[in-house]
Nanobody, 115 residues
Framework: QVQLVESGGGLVQAGGSLRLSCAAS????????WGWYRQAPGKQRELVAR???????YYVDAVKGRFTISRDNAKNTVYLQMNSLKPEDTAVYYC?????????WGQGTQVTVSS
């Protein structure tokens, strides 16, 4: 089993930055690729970025050039650096494996960007 705890969210003005962290514990060796996801009010949860065990990254177009995903395997932690935030980035952010595993969803961390 894997437990995931997201942190680092908050309220920030448009143009600001936040760094999210996802601390993983348990059988993390079973996860090759990690992803950050978000769910805005009234919308479905969506993939934001992912990173493979080799460090290969992927970003959705909406965040390309603004967000950076990284991982520290020694600390079992995945990060999401978010710069130039926009009001449309407002959502609850989650980490999970990619593809997702239902049992791994944590509480997420709220990111609110004011205009």
């Amino acid at each position: 089993q894997v437990q995931l705890v997201e942190s680092g969210g908050g309220l920030v003005q448009a143009g600001g930055s936040l760094r999210l962290s996802c601390a993983a514990s348990g059988s993390t060796f079973s996860i090759n690729t990690w992803g950050w996801y978000r769910q805005a009010p009234g919308k479905q949860r969506e993939l934001v970025a992912r990173i493979s065990s080799r460090g290969v990254t992927y970003y959705v177009d909406a965040v390309k050039g603004r967000f950076t995903i990284s991982r520290d395997n020694a600390k079992n932690t995945v990060y999401l650096q978010m710069n130039s935030l926009k009001p449309e980035d407002t959502a609850v952010y989650y980490c999970n494996a990619f593809p997702t595993r239902e049992a791994y969803w944590g509480q997420g961390t709220q990111v609110t960007v004011s205009s």
